[in-house]
């Protein structure tokens, strides 16, 4: 069972930055795609941006282009998605996910996931 941990949530002010962490103690990191995902209240879970095992190669919702960045070190296990310039549409709960192989923003090609955490962005 592959254990993924996120923190860093909190309550923002719209144009304020915030850090997400997931942490995957016991996983072979190096060898999944990781992924950022957000879903609001009574929305889908939507994709936010993932990485490849390098990092070398993401990939970002159109959303979140430009503010957003996802990077990781496999030193430590770890997927960090810095969030800037935060928009009260940015309000939702944010989850991490693993999934072997491919890039994808699609919820459907990861098999384990955290138990999320809450971002808040007030106007």
């Known amino acids: 069972q592959v254990q993924l941990v996120e923190s860093g949530g909190g309550l923002v002010q719209a144009g304020g930055s915030l850090r997400l962490s997931c942490a995957a103690p016991?996983?072979?990191?190096?060898?999944?795609?990781m992924g950022w995902f957000r879903q609001a209240p009574g929305e889908e879970r939507e994709g936010v941006a993932a990485?490849?095992?390098?990092?070398?190669?993401?990939v970002y919702a159109d959303s979140v282009k430009g503010r957003f960045t996802i990077s990781r070190d496999n030193a430590k296990n770890t997927v960090y998605l810095q969030m800037n310039s935060l928009k009260p549409e940015d309000t939702a709960v944010y989850y991490c996910?693993?999934?072997?192989?491919?890039?994808?923003?699609?919820?459907?090609?990861?098999?384990?996931w955290g138990q999320g955490t809450q971002v808040t962005v007030s106007s």
């Open positions: 996910a693993a999934a072997r192989g491919l890039l994808s923003l699609s919820r459907f090609a990861y098999k384990s």
């Open positions: 016991g996983l072979t990191f190096s060898q999944y795609t």
């Open positions: 990485s490849m095992w390098s990092g070398a190669n993401t």
